[in-house]
Protein backbone atom coordinates (compact mmCIF):
# COMPACT_ATOMS: atom_id res chain seq x y z
CA UNK A 1 0.00 0.00 0.00
CA UNK A 2 1.69 3.26 -1.33
CA UNK A 3 0.65 7.03 -0.41
CA UNK A 4 -1.61 8.56 -3.26
CA UNK A 5 -3.50 11.46 -4.72
CA UNK A 6 -6.60 9.79 -5.65
CA UNK A 7 -9.43 8.96 -3.41
CA UNK A 8 -9.70 5.76 -3.98
CA UNK A 9 -6.81 4.90 -2.21
CA UNK A 10 -7.47 6.39 1.21
CA UNK A 11 -10.92 4.07 0.75
CA UNK A 12 -8.78 0.76 -0.13
CA UNK A 13 -6.55 1.76 3.27
CA UNK A 14 -9.96 1.67 5.56
CA UNK A 15 -11.24 -1.14 3.91
CA UNK A 16 -8.00 -2.78 4.75
CA UNK A 17 -8.00 -1.27 8.32
CA UNK A 18 -11.66 -3.01 8.84
CA UNK A 19 -10.52 -6.75 7.63
CA UNK A 20 -11.89 -8.55 10.65
CA UNK A 21 -8.96 -11.30 10.03
CA UNK A 22 -5.60 -8.74 8.83
CA UNK A 23 -7.08 -5.34 9.77
CA UNK A 24 -6.28 -3.17 12.58
CA UNK A 25 -7.77 -4.43 16.22
CA UNK A 26 -8.52 -0.89 17.03
CA UNK A 27 -10.25 -0.18 13.91
CA UNK A 28 -12.14 -3.21 13.57
CA UNK A 29 -14.31 -2.55 16.57
CA UNK A 30 -14.67 0.64 16.13
CA UNK A 31 -18.69 1.41 15.26
CA UNK A 32 -20.43 5.08 14.08
CA UNK A 33 -20.80 5.87 17.63
CA UNK A 34 -17.02 5.38 19.38
CA UNK A 35 -16.14 7.26 16.08
CA UNK A 36 -18.67 10.15 16.54
CA UNK A 37 -16.56 12.24 19.05
CA UNK A 38 -13.23 11.98 16.73
CA UNK A 39 -15.36 13.43 13.76
CA UNK A 40 -16.51 16.37 16.19
CA UNK A 41 -12.97 16.32 17.23
CA UNK A 42 -11.65 16.60 13.48
CA UNK A 43 -14.03 19.44 12.12
CA UNK A 44 -12.77 21.50 15.33
CA UNK A 45 -9.02 21.13 14.89
CA UNK A 46 -9.77 21.82 11.41
CA UNK A 47 -11.25 25.43 12.44
CA UNK A 48 -8.46 25.80 15.02
CA UNK A 49 -5.81 25.71 11.91
CA UNK A 50 -7.79 28.53 9.65
CA UNK A 51 -7.90 30.44 13.09
CA UNK A 52 -3.76 29.83 13.27
CA UNK A 53 -3.46 30.58 9.67
CA UNK A 54 -1.33 27.10 9.30
CA UNK A 55 -1.63 26.42 5.80
CA UNK A 56 0.78 23.13 6.55
CA UNK A 57 -1.62 22.22 9.66
CA UNK A 58 -4.86 22.79 7.78
CA UNK A 59 -3.84 20.23 4.75
CA UNK A 60 -3.09 17.92 7.81
CA UNK A 61 -6.45 18.57 9.66
CA UNK A 62 -8.61 18.52 6.19
CA UNK A 63 -7.28 14.90 5.65
CA UNK A 64 -8.39 13.79 8.99
CA UNK A 65 -11.50 15.22 8.77
CA UNK A 66 -11.79 13.53 5.17
CA UNK A 67 -10.62 10.25 6.86
CA UNK A 68 -13.46 10.75 9.42
CA UNK A 69 -16.26 10.77 6.29
CA UNK A 70 -14.11 7.25 4.61
CA UNK A 71 -14.57 5.59 8.08
CA UNK A 72 -17.88 6.40 8.39
CA UNK A 73 -19.38 5.29 4.87
CA UNK A 74 -17.15 2.37 5.28
CA UNK A 75 -18.89 1.00 8.36
CA UNK A 76 -21.94 2.22 6.88
CA UNK A 77 -21.42 -0.01 3.57
CA UNK A 78 -20.18 -3.28 5.63
CA UNK A 79 -23.80 -2.59 6.98
CA UNK A 80 -25.41 -2.57 3.62
CA UNK A 81 -26.56 0.94 3.71
CA UNK A 82 -24.29 3.08 1.66
CA UNK A 83 -21.17 3.76 0.15
CA UNK A 84 -18.75 6.23 0.12
CA UNK A 85 -19.82 6.72 -3.91
CA UNK A 86 -23.22 7.36 -2.53
CA UNK A 87 -22.39 10.20 -0.20
CA UNK A 88 -20.46 11.74 -2.61
CA UNK A 89 -23.36 11.53 -5.20
CA UNK A 90 -25.73 12.52 -2.58
CA UNK A 91 -23.54 16.00 -1.99
CA UNK A 92 -22.94 16.93 -5.58
CA UNK A 93 -26.90 16.34 -6.55
CA UNK A 94 -27.16 18.66 -3.58
CA UNK A 95 -24.89 21.36 -4.88
CA UNK A 96 -26.36 21.32 -7.89
CA UNK A 97 -30.01 20.85 -7.10
CA UNK A 98 -29.34 23.63 -4.46
CA UNK A 99 -27.68 25.97 -7.31
CA UNK A 100 -29.54 26.57 -10.24
CA UNK A 101 -28.62 30.20 -10.95
CA UNK A 102 -25.06 28.87 -11.54
CA UNK A 103 -25.67 25.10 -12.92
CA UNK A 104 -29.09 25.76 -14.24
CA UNK A 105 -31.90 28.59 -15.05
CA UNK A 106 -33.08 30.95 -12.13
CA UNK A 107 -33.88 34.59 -11.67
CA UNK A 108 -31.61 34.56 -8.50
CA UNK A 109 -29.19 37.33 -8.96
CA UNK A 110 -28.51 38.79 -5.84
CA UNK A 111 -27.09 37.27 -2.20
CA UNK A 112 -30.48 37.69 -0.73
CA UNK A 113 -32.41 36.35 -3.64
CA UNK A 114 -29.90 33.28 -3.47
CA UNK A 115 -30.36 32.76 0.33
CA UNK A 116 -34.19 32.87 -0.62
CA UNK A 117 -33.98 30.24 -3.13
CA UNK A 118 -31.26 28.47 -1.04
CA UNK A 119 -34.39 27.73 1.86
CA UNK A 120 -36.82 27.34 -0.31
CA UNK A 121 -34.98 24.54 -1.97
CA UNK A 122 -33.95 23.03 1.78
CA UNK A 123 -37.63 22.76 2.60
CA UNK A 124 -38.72 21.03 -0.61
CA UNK A 125 -35.81 18.69 0.09
CA UNK A 126 -37.16 18.10 3.55
CA UNK A 127 -40.60 17.31 2.41
CA UNK A 128 -38.63 14.75 -0.13
CA UNK A 129 -37.15 13.41 3.03
CA UNK A 130 -40.68 12.90 4.96
CA UNK A 131 -42.05 10.90 1.92
CA UNK A 132 -39.13 8.77 1.79
CA UNK A 133 -38.49 7.66 5.80
CA UNK A 134 -42.30 6.80 5.28
CA UNK A 135 -42.29 4.56 1.98
CA UNK A 136 -39.11 2.79 3.72
CA UNK A 137 -41.39 2.72 7.32
CA UNK A 138 -39.35 4.53 9.55
CA UNK A 139 -40.61 6.64 12.41
CA UNK A 140 -41.31 10.60 12.10
CA UNK A 141 -38.34 12.24 12.78
CA UNK A 142 -38.66 13.80 16.48
CA UNK A 143 -37.70 17.29 15.93
CA UNK A 144 -41.07 19.40 15.23
CA UNK A 145 -42.45 23.08 14.97
CA UNK A 146 -41.14 25.95 13.88
CA UNK A 147 -37.64 25.05 15.39
CA UNK A 148 -37.29 21.42 14.66
CA UNK A 149 -34.61 22.16 11.88
CA UNK A 150 -32.44 23.27 14.40
CA UNK A 151 -30.04 20.34 15.29
CA UNK A 152 -29.95 19.75 19.08
CA UNK A 153 -26.82 17.86 18.19
CA UNK A 154 -24.57 20.96 17.58
CA UNK A 155 -22.18 22.59 20.16
CA UNK A 156 -24.56 24.20 23.42
CA UNK A 157 -23.49 27.95 21.30
CA UNK A 158 -24.23 27.69 18.51
CA UNK A 159 -27.01 25.76 18.72
CA UNK A 160 -28.30 28.86 20.78
CA UNK A 161 -26.88 30.85 18.01
CA UNK A 162 -29.35 29.30 15.03
CA UNK A 163 -32.22 29.19 17.69
CA UNK A 164 -32.68 33.03 17.80
CA UNK A 165 -31.84 33.05 13.84
CA UNK A 166 -34.45 31.12 13.22
CA UNK A 167 -36.83 32.99 15.60
CA UNK A 168 -35.96 36.31 14.42
CA UNK A 169 -36.76 35.15 10.66
CA UNK A 170 -40.73 34.98 11.98
CA UNK A 171 -39.92 38.11 13.94
CA UNK A 172 -39.35 37.37 17.65
CA UNK A 173 -36.24 39.50 18.30
CA UNK A 174 -34.63 42.32 19.59
CA UNK A 175 -34.45 45.30 17.51
CA UNK A 176 -31.22 46.68 18.68
CA UNK A 177 -28.22 45.36 21.00
CA UNK A 178 -28.65 47.63 23.23
CA UNK A 179 -32.11 46.24 25.34
CA UNK A 180 -30.02 42.91 25.27
CA UNK A 181 -27.11 44.48 27.24
CA UNK A 182 -30.07 45.61 30.06
CA UNK A 183 -31.57 41.93 29.53
CA UNK A 184 -27.68 40.58 30.67
CA UNK A 185 -27.50 42.70 33.30
CA UNK A 186 -31.42 41.34 34.48
CA UNK A 187 -29.44 38.01 34.41
CA UNK A 188 -26.65 38.85 36.01
CA UNK A 189 -28.83 39.28 38.73
CA UNK A 190 -30.97 36.45 38.77
CA UNK A 191 -27.58 34.30 38.86
CA UNK A 192 -26.49 36.60 41.56
CA UNK A 193 -29.84 35.73 43.82
CA UNK A 194 -29.35 31.65 42.91
CA UNK A 195 -25.65 31.88 44.02
CA UNK A 196 -27.23 33.63 47.56
CA UNK A 197 -29.76 30.70 47.51
CA UNK A 198 -26.95 28.26 46.76
CA UNK A 199 -29.46 26.10 44.84
CA UNK A 200 -27.26 24.46 42.15
CA UNK A 201 -30.30 23.16 39.72
CA UNK A 202 -31.08 27.51 39.55
CA UNK A 203 -27.61 28.37 39.29
CA UNK A 204 -27.30 26.23 36.26
CA UNK A 205 -30.58 27.39 34.97
CA UNK A 206 -30.07 31.53 35.17
CA UNK A 207 -26.45 30.84 34.19
CA UNK A 208 -27.81 29.07 31.01
CA UNK A 209 -30.47 32.03 30.67
CA UNK A 210 -27.05 34.61 31.08
CA UNK A 211 -25.45 32.54 28.56
CA UNK A 212 -28.29 32.18 26.02
CA UNK A 213 -28.54 36.47 26.21
CA UNK A 214 -24.50 36.62 25.47
CA UNK A 215 -25.03 34.66 22.11
CA UNK A 216 -27.83 36.78 21.08
CA UNK A 217 -25.44 40.21 21.58
CA UNK A 218 -23.10 38.70 19.88
CA UNK A 219 -25.60 37.62 16.70
CA UNK A 220 -26.53 41.30 17.28
CA UNK A 221 -23.46 42.79 16.74
CA UNK A 222 -22.29 40.37 14.17
CA UNK A 223 -19.52 38.61 16.30
CA UNK A 224 -20.26 34.73 16.02
CA UNK A 225 -20.21 33.28 19.81
CA UNK A 226 -18.31 30.36 19.41
CA UNK A 227 -15.64 31.75 16.76
CA UNK A 228 -15.33 35.01 19.98
CA UNK A 229 -14.61 32.32 23.01
CA UNK A 230 -12.50 30.19 20.80
CA UNK A 231 -10.71 33.57 20.41
CA UNK A 232 -10.80 34.35 24.09
CA UNK A 233 -9.52 30.27 24.99
CA UNK A 234 -6.22 31.22 22.98
CA UNK A 235 -5.94 34.80 24.77
CA UNK A 236 -5.96 33.18 27.93
CA UNK A 237 -3.79 30.16 27.10
CA UNK A 238 -1.06 32.66 25.61
CA UNK A 239 -1.40 34.86 28.75
CA UNK A 240 -1.49 31.55 30.76
CA UNK A 241 1.39 30.42 29.14
CA UNK A 242 3.85 33.92 29.48
CA UNK A 243 2.65 33.22 34.04
CA UNK A 244 4.24 29.52 33.46
CA UNK A 245 7.48 30.85 31.27
CA UNK A 246 8.35 33.93 33.59
CA UNK A 247 7.57 32.16 37.21
CA UNK A 248 10.05 29.15 35.78
CA UNK A 249 12.57 32.16 34.82
CA UNK A 250 12.40 33.37 38.07
CA UNK A 251 12.94 29.95 39.81
CA UNK A 252 9.16 29.62 40.83
CA UNK A 253 6.70 27.44 40.10
CA UNK A 254 2.85 27.39 39.59
CA UNK A 255 1.95 25.37 42.50
CA UNK A 256 3.55 27.87 44.96
CA UNK A 257 3.36 31.25 43.05
CA UNK A 258 0.25 33.08 45.19
CA UNK A 259 -2.68 34.40 43.24
CA UNK A 260 -1.15 37.79 43.43
CA UNK A 261 1.83 36.95 41.60
CA UNK A 262 0.06 35.17 38.99
CA UNK A 263 -1.88 38.34 38.79
CA UNK A 264 1.17 40.60 38.19
CA UNK A 265 2.28 38.39 35.73
CA UNK A 266 -1.03 38.39 33.95
CA UNK A 267 -1.31 42.01 33.60
CA UNK A 268 2.23 41.63 32.26
CA UNK A 269 1.16 39.30 29.55
CA UNK A 270 -1.84 42.15 28.99
CA UNK A 271 0.66 45.14 28.72
CA UNK A 272 2.69 43.09 26.47
CA UNK A 273 0.00 42.28 23.92
CA UNK A 274 -1.17 46.02 24.04
CA UNK A 275 2.20 47.12 23.07
CA UNK A 276 2.65 44.76 20.00
CA UNK A 277 -0.96 45.62 18.66
Sequence with gaps: MQPSRDIQGLIDIM???????TGCPWDVVQTFETIKPYTIEEAYEVADA?????????C???????????????MAEEAGDFTFEDVVEAVTRKMIRRHPHVFDRSDADTP????????????????????????RGLPEETATGYLGGVQRSFPALVEALKLQERAAKVGFD?????????????EIGELREALKEGDKAKVRDELGDL???????????????????RGTNSKFRRRFSHIEQQLEAHGESLDSATLER????????KSIERQLS
Excluded at 15 to 21: K, T
Excluded at 60 to 74: I, M, P, Y
Excluded at 262 to 269: K, R, S, T
Design 174 to 186: WSEPEPILDKITE
Design 211 to 229: LFAVVNIGRHTDADPEMAL
Design 50 to 58: IERGDMDDL
Design 15 to 21: AALRQPE
Design 112 to 135: EAVKRQWHEIKQAEKRERHQRRAK
Design 262 to 269: MEELWQAA
Design 60 to 74: DELGDLLLQVVFHAR
